[in-house]
């Protein structure tokens, strides 16, 4: 029965001078965009790409500047406990499709979620910004084609004003062909701003967002109080019979044997 107690003593004393730690958790789906490598070779082709891959986004949430970023947000000291918890617990779980698992562990439930608020706050700032950029770029692309069908049709006008001015045997065939050749061409670009204008605008361009609400755990998941106490208990009973055990058979082997 010391034997026990003395553990189970033990054990309360461990859990009471081990740091506690809190988990937090959240679900995001990670942003994508419509891609135009190249308006005047793509024709009809676009490429609609994440905004970045989830292995990427686990191997940059662990990397000292993603971390150091987060910290410097906190503005917490890099020598802090709960900073140096942050650095080891970083954990991340792709689900289905673009859905990403973010789980981290805190001190205490406050610093947890403020820990996780800025990990958010970092992570889907960069994304967000990332697609802003390529969003733009894919309007400065549409206009550059806006103004190369200004320029033809400012073209074809002066062709057919030529032709008006020009008889010429020689001379009017030319200006024929290289009209419809223009006529040609302004089709195509006007085939061509159609593609590029769905792109810029498209609802393929999504933002990287939270699924569903961070979630911090109220009683510590570190050390787990239930499991210690649980194999604490089981570990003093086993001692306990053990000791019994030897005990009764020393005592056995000790008595006189009885005599016929």
């Known amino acids: 029965m010391g034997i026990t107690l003395s553990i189970l003593f033990l054990t309360g004393i461990y859990l009471e001078l081990t740091q506690k730690q809190y988990e937090a958790s959240v679900i995001l789906k990670l942003g994508q965009v419509a891609v135009i490598p190249d308006p005047w ?14 292995d990427n986004v686990r191997r940059n949430m662990q990397s000292p500047e993603f971390y150091n970023a987060v910290v410097k947000l906190l503005e917490w000291n890099v020598d802090d406990r709960q900073a140096q918890l942050l650095k080891l617990s970083y954990k991340s779980f792709n689900f289905t499709g673009r859905q990403l698992k973010i789980v981290l562990r805190g001190v205490s439930p406050e610093n947890t979620r403020k820990a ?3 990990t958010l706050q970092i992570l889907i700032g960069n994304h967000n910004s990332k697609i802003e950029r390529i969003v733009d770029l894919n ?7 806006e103004l190369r069908i200004a320029e033809t049709k400012a073209f074809l006008r002066v062709l057919e004003k030529l032709e008006r001015q020009n008889r010429s045997e020689m001379a009017l065939p030319i ?4 009209s419809n050749d223009e006529k040609v061409s302004l089709r195509g670009l006007i085939d061509l701003k159609k593609v590029v204008e769905d792109v810029a605008f498209s609802q393929i361009n999504t933002p990287t967002v939270v699924l569903e609400p961070v979630l ?8 787990n109080a239930k499991r210690v106490w649980f194999f604490a208990v089981l570990m003093g009973l086993i001692i306990g019979l053990l000791l019994v ?5 020393y005592d056995l082997n000790r008595s006189p044997k009885n005599n016929p």
């Open 41 to 54: 070779k793509i024709g009809k082709d676009f490429l609609v790409e994440n905004i970045e891959d989830i």
């Open 116 to 118: 996780m608020d800025a």
């Open 139 to 145: 309007k400065k692309k549409l206009l550059e084609v």
């Open 175 to 178: 200006l024929l062909k290289v």
């Open 216 to 223: 911090v755990s109220d009683i510590p998941v570190y050390p």
């Open 245 to 249: 055990t030897l005990r009764l058979f």
